[in-house]
């Protein structure tokens, strides 16, 4: 209560320093660096809502330095980080030169230390480079089908247990763009309150009815079912045509699991069909790094839509839809992401192709599977020693995604800025990508650092 109290207090104090420094502006005694319309263009529509600015103007430019760090390495256990020297704390971009600073990567998705730039996976990638070059410039459909893509796909499906899946070339469209044609008008999609913006987006252009159901609460989505299953469609109250439950394996700002035996459990009993989103979970989790459904030793073909991205665990690029074979046949001609985009860059295939055998053993090593075990470990010391510290951490103690808390909004920067003089570098998150007073440092756990 003590801390919640605080971090009002301190929004409120910055809410009216903020005001008070937008009136100084709107006289011209302070500059403003924000970008406005001209005097002639204000009495049109605004391009700019200085309202939904307010944040933007007060807080976030004053801690930018903290985010869009480029890295001038490979992301690995250490990488080189690239600080902008400035002297206007970033309210422009006009930098004065850059500090090359070598940190301990406790920041990047790269969870079983595949983005590398030796090894199997980069000597395959630069093998399949000089035969096929590094982009398809077609589609799938056209003449862009490569022999790399069909290997690429069988692969997915045997790693997943299921009978077919496709590769798209970007994890945001997997779900922006086939939301929208496994479900439409007449059918309802039950989602998670903190499910990712591209599920929320593919919700949204799909045309169907959204209802919101509370975090990882099974009473909240069982009544939502029962509810859609007694009364259907608004008005009409006709039966919906389908039921799509959309949740993720781990939830990428929380680090919590999803209780997916209760879910497979509820989707049965209502007749609804599942969409599991497995970004942050394939790789990262079970005992054999088959993502959330090996973590809980469930059936694969009771998850009616797996997808998940090939940007973390295998240090590519790209997503996944995997399942039946209908389903993918369907989706081939359907989905936007299918016909109209670009093929996926043959090396970037081929990472996939070499770190999904080398988790299945088919590379005659036991490599991936020592990775798997290393990241639980790392997992499990991590979120303990901090735990040990006092700290306030979110999700599940297997997640290797960790939140810790940090909620006052001054501590944001000061945060990041105190860990750099540490050599650690480390992300902060706050609004709008968390409650306004749920400002967090999320550490991501790699499978690259050891836990000794």
């Known amino acids: ?25 709107h006289w011209k005694i302070e500059r403003c660096h924000i970008a406005s319309e001209k005097e002639e263009q204000k009495d049109f529509v605004p391009l700019y809502q200085d309202f939904e600015n307010f944040y933007t103007r007060n807080i976030y430019m004053r801690i930018r330095d903290n985010w869009n760090r480029p890295i001038c390495s490979v992301p690995g256990a ?3 980080l690239m600080e902008r020297a400035t002297y206007d704390y970033n309210w422009t971009f006009e930098y004065t030169g850059w500090v090359v600073q070598d940190v301990i990567n406790l920041g990047s998705y790269n969870y079983l230390g595949f983005a590398e730039n030796t090894g199997p996976c980069a000597d395959s990638a630069a093998e399949v480079t000089m035969k096929y070059g ?36 970007m994890g945001f469209a997997t779900n922006s763009m086939n939301i929208p044609a496994l479900v439409g008008k007449g059918c309802l999609i039950l989602s998670d309150e903190l499910n990712h913006a591209s599920l929320v987006l593919g919700a949204r252009l799909s045309g169907s009815t959204i209802r919101v159901f509370k975090h990882n609460n099974m009473q909240s989505l069982e009544k939502l079912l029962r509810e859609a299953v007694v009364h259907g469609q608004p008005r009409t109250h006709r039966p919906w045509k389908k039921i799509l439950i959309v949740v993720e394996g781990i939830y990428s700002m929380e680090g919590s ?19 599991l989103d497995e970004a942050h979970s394939i790789g990262a989790l079970g005992p054999r790094g088959r993502g959330v459904v090996d973590y809980f030793g469930l059936d694969p073909c009771d998850v009616d839509v797996m997808m998940g991205t090939f940007t973390k665990s295998f240090g590519a690029a790209g997503g996944y839809i995997a ?46 599977s020592e990775r798997v075990q290393q990241l639980a470990e790392n997992t499990v010391y991590f979120r303990k020693r901090l735990r ?28 990041a800025r105190e860990m750099l003089k540490r050599n650690i570098g480390v992300v902060v998150v706050g609004f709008p990508a968390t409650p306004i007073i749920e400002s967090r440092a999320r550490f991501c756990i790699s499978a690259g650092e050891r836990s000794g």
């Open 388 to 415: 040990e510290m006092g700290f306030i951490i979110y999700g599940n103690n297997d997640s290797p995604v960790v939140p810790m808390m940090l909620y006052m909004p001054a501590k944001i920067a000061a945060f």
């Open 323 to 368: 399942g039946k074979r209908e389903l993918i046949e369907y989706l081939r001609s359907h989905s936007h992401s299918a016909v109209y985009a670009t093929s996926m860059s043959p090396p970037v295939v081929e990472q996939i192709i070499t770190s999904m055998k080398c988790i299945m053993g088919e590379d005659g090593t036991t490599i991936g």
């Open 78 to 80: 250490k990488m080189d």
């Open 257 to 275: 699991i999803v209780r997916l035996p209760e879910v497979i459990a509820l989707k049965k009993r209502y007749r609804a069909y599942l969409y």
């Open 134 to 169: 590094v982009g398809v410039a077609s589609t799938r459909q056209e003449i862009g089908n490569l022999d790399r893509h069909e290997e690429m796909e069988k692969q997915v499906a045997r790693f997943l247990g299921v009978e077919s899946a496709m590769a798209f070339g």
């Open 1 to 25: 209560m003590m801390v919640a109290v605080l971090t009002y207090m301190s929004y409120g104090i910055l809410t009216i320093f903020g005001y008070v420094r937008d009136f100084l502006r």
